[in-house]
């Protein structure tokens, strides 16, 4: 078994705290929070989503979703809107604020990122991205009881 510091839930955690509050500064310049830009980046990639598409996409619960869209629509960022083909589907799509938001935020992000990516080669990148998606993998249920 790793020491405490080296196991896999610190090393995430210390690894989030070393990157996200350069990201969180941005986010909070656009009066946003973590989860409004998670819902606004998957949306300005897939230009629309169904609520449960974006609970998948961004890792967030339903519950928490609402509120989050709720917020997000009074800022004007995002609107609704209801599929003609089956009334019981709500797509949710950016705005035209929401789409200037995007032209304004989405190279402050790259040049952080590209920040970030001057640590690594671009096959420790690679490596990177395998690796954790590997550990993302559902494990065997297993009881540890």
Do not use: C
């Not at 896999?8 to 690894?15: E, I, K, Q």
């Not at 995002?78 to 989405?106: K, N, Y």
């Amino acid at each position: 078994m790793p020491k405490f510091l080296n196991s896999l839930p610190m090393l995430l955690s210390r690894t989030l705290d070393g990157i996200m509050p350069t990201y969180r500064s941005l986010f909070q310049a656009h009066g946003l929070t973590d989860q409004q830009w998670r819902v606004l980046r998957a949306l300005w990639e897939k230009k629309h989503l169904t609520s449960a598409q974006i609970s998948q996409i961004t890792l967030l619960p339903t519950p928490s979703l609402v509120g989050i869209l709720d917020r997000l629509e009074k800022k004007g960022l995002i609107g609704r809107l209801r599929s003609v083909e089956d009334r019981r589907h709500v797509h949710i799509i950016p705005t035209q604020a929401g789409r200037d938001l995007q032209e304004r935020m989405l190279p402050k992000v790259e040049q952080i990122h590209d920040s970030f990516m001057q640590r690594i080669t671009p096959e420790e990148w690679g490596e990177l991205n395998r690796i954790l998606d590997k550990m993302a993998e559902p494990a065997e249920q297993q009881s540890l009881a």
